[in-house]
């Protein structure tokens, strides 16, 4: 089991930027893909950036493509998520996800039911 801890929500204005950042602990890091999710009110959760262990597959929801960049440090447990030139519809709670052994096509990392390690979620609120 993988525990995980996001941070760095919160309020930000239209065109502003935020950084999220998970830190893992309890299993060694490899092998494992590690993906953030949003969920906006009444809305299901979807995904919107996910990284392997070896940086050679990233994926982004269309929605954020040139605008977010996932990033991870092995070597201190960490993924990031920067987020540039937010906007309204960004807003929502993001969880930071993990797990192992994924096959890795987009259908398959996307999927939040494939998951069984979630952080506890940090809200982020763009104001327009």
């Known amino acids: 089991q993988v525990q995980l801890v996001e941070s760095g929500g919160g309020l930000v204005q239209v065109g502003g930027s935020l950084r999220l950042s998970c830190a893992a602990s309890?299993?060694?890091?490899?092998?494992?893909?590690m993906g953030w999710f949003r969920q906006a009110p009444r809305k299901e959760r979807e995904l919107v950036a996910a990284?392997?262990?070896?940086?050679?597959?990233?994926y982004y929801a269309d929605s954020v493509k040139g605008r977010f960049t996932i990033s991870r440090d092995n070597a201190k447990n960490t993924v990031n998520l920067q987020m540039n030139s937010l906007n309204p519809e960004d807003t929502a709670v993001y969880f930071c996800?993990?797990?192992?052994?994924?096959?890795?096509?987009?259908?398959?990392?996307?999927?939040?039911?494939?998951?069984?390690?979630w952080g506890q979620g940090t809200q982020v609120t763009v104001s327009s």
């Open positions: 309890g299993r060694t890091f490899s092998s494992y893909i």
């Open positions: 996800a993990a797990e192992r052994y994924l096959i890795e096509t987009r259908t398959v990392v996307a999927r939040p039911s494939n998951y069984q390690n």
């Open positions: 990284i392997n262990w070896s940086d050679d597959n990233i």
